[in-house]
């Protein structure tokens, strides 16, 4: 088993011990079993999928950082996290279509509005990909 644990700047999202966690990084997809060597990575937006003795579960995950340390402990600091079964994928869809129009109006020039409202936009519809996708498996 491996002690897993999940923050966010708002608070602890999870934390359990679960069997296997795969995590979007950004040198590519991984899988963290028990025993894994220790590491430290850069997360980016994407899926968080782990099993417990419940089940598979996943998470929305905007980026952030994650250690797996010896003893079978894994830690993300995630910049936003979100369980599938919680998302509101209606109020997603709205965030995604608010994002989009100002992607429409933004000026390119502005590079760091214009760079705000890409990633705005991105991490919405990752929370749109996940919680459908939680939503048609159940």
Request: hydrophobic share 40%; proline share 3%; net charge negative.
């Amino acid at each position: 088993m491996i002690k897993f644990k999940i923050v966010t700047p708002e608070g602890s999202v999870y934390e359990d011990e679960i069997l296997q966690c795969t995590i979007p990084t950004q040198d590519g997809e991984i899988t963290v079993l028990p025993n894994h060597i220790p590491l430290v990575s850069i997360l980016k937006i994407g899926e968080i999928k782990f099993r417990d003795k419940d089940g598979e579960h996943a998470i929305a995950l905007a980026g952030g950082f994650l250690e797996v340390r010896g003893g079978n402990e894994l830690i993300i600091l995630a910049d936003n996290a979100e369980r599938a079964e919680e998302i509101d994928i209606e109020r997603a869809e709205e965030a995604r279509k608010h994002a989009e129009e100002l992607l429409k109006k933004a000026d390119q020039t502005a590079d760091i509005d214009f760079a705000r409202i890409q990633a705005a936009m991105e991490r919405e519809l990752n929370r749109i990909r996940v919680g459908k996708r939680w939503k048609n498996l159940r």
